[in-house]
């Protein structure tokens, strides 16, 4: 049996909470992926993006949830940084990178979608 949860936003700093409360149900591992994401579209293609949130968890003997943030800009392509420690950002996707078990960006003709899956 597969779970799915999808959500159609407006990507703002009042949603992640929002999101996060949602996904209460979900470890704490996802929600946190989940906000991550969403904040990534926040900083680099602004406040009030329209953005499709989906979490999909597979049966428990597979034991995957797959997060993907669906956004309108195919161009802007995330990128792994490494931020040092006096810088206040660049961690995000670095954050994701060690949370997930893999992760990527399928692009679209008019949207692209940044997933990651974590073990459950």
Partial sequence: MM???????LATPEAAPEVRHQ???????VRLCVTELLTNVIDHLGDGTPVTVRVIGT???????????TDPDPRALPV?????ESEE???GL???DA??????VVQ???CKTVWCELRN
């Fill in 89 to 91: 950002s660049g961690r």
């Fill in 80 to 84: 792994l940084l490494s931020a040092t």
């Fill in 108 to 110: 679209g003709a008019d």
């Fill in 99 to 104: 949370l997930a078990e893999c992760w990527g």
């Fill in 59 to 69: 049966a428990p003997h597979c034991g995957r949830t797959r997060i993907e943030v």
């Fill in 3 to 9: 779970t799915s949860l999808e959500f159609h936003l």
């Fill in 23 to 29: 996904l209460r149900e979900h470890g704490y591992d």
């Fill in 94 to 96: 670095a954050l994701v």
